[in-house]
Antibody, heavy 117, light 110 residues
Framework: QPQLQESGPGLVRASETLSLSCTVS??????????WGWIRQPPGKGLEWIGS???????YYNPSLKSRVTITVDTSKNQFSLNLRSVTAADTAVYYC?????????WGQGTLVTVSS | QSALTQPASVSGSPGQSITISCTGT?????????VSWYQQHPGKAPKLIIY???KRPAGVSNRFSGSKSGNTASLTISGLQAEDEADYHC??????????FGTGTKVTVL
């Protein structure tokens, strides 16, 4: 089974760009038939699907975040990444990366990103 | 793309059965069998416990079962145990490879 690990800054200034990476082990992103996604959870709240990417680079985004989100994949590093631009305090959350089949199945442990003013 | 509606909290005594609802629309839950449920203990990542509305991944207790009717999906936990105390989230495919999650339900074992 795959293992996923998020990495990136835990603190981002308001109006700047949040950047996170997810490293996948136990399987190759490039040779699989899976999508790879990002999901977030504000403190004390529910989960929100952000978007996903296929190994070919095809992306799908939550319409409510689409204008600020970019997800990319680097098959040589077995990683995929999230960029969220123009962040505000509302973007403070635990960010999870996950493998998606017809639903997210394997998840990373999550990383808390706090947006400071 | 609005969040699916779940009750904020559900409680039950050990050994009892409880059911958590997940209500969407004809654009998500009502149109696709791809509804999944996740169990999340405090400080932990969500764990998949039901997929395609009714199927259990290997290793998940058969005390967890799922169903779907119209725009509403449901998760039933039978023989409630202390370890079942957690947050539960539903998720539905919404078409064109996009997804929406529910508002989340806190299960308390009395």
């Amino acid at each position: 089974q795959p293992q996923l690990q998020e990495s990136g800054p835990g603190l981002v200034r308001a109006s700047e760009t949040l950047s996170l990476s997810c490293t996948v082990s136990g399987g190759s992103i490039g040779s699989s038939s899976y999508y790879w996604g990002w999901i977030r959870q504000p403190p004390g709240k529910g989960l929100e699907w952000i978007g996903s990417i296929y190994s070919s680079g095809t992306t799908y985004y939550n319409p409510s975040l689409k204008s600020r989100v970019t997800i990319t994949v680097d098959t040589s590093k077995n990683q995929f990444s999230l960029n969220l631009r123009s962040v505000t305090a509302a973007d403070t959350a635990v960010y999870y990366c996950a493998r998606q089949v017809l639903q997210p199945d394997y998840w990373g442990q999550g990383t808390l990103v706090t947006v400071s003013s | 793309q609005s969040a699916l509606t779940q009750p904020a909290s559900v409680s039950g005594s050990p050994g009892q059965s409880i059911t958590i609802s997940c209500t969407g629309t004809s654009s998500d839950v009502g149109s696709y069998r791809f509804v999944s449920w996740y169990q999340q203990h405090p400080g932990k990542a969500p764990k998949l416990i039901i997929y395609e509305a009714t199927k259990r991944p290997a290793g998940v207790s058969n005390r967890f079962s799922g169903s779907k009717s119209g725009n509403t999906a449901s998760l039933t936990i039978s023989g409630l145990q202390a370890e079942d105390e957690a947050d539960y989230h539903c998720c539905s495919y919404t078409g064109t490879s996009t997804y929406v999650f529910g508002t989340g339900t806190k299960v308390t074992v009395l």
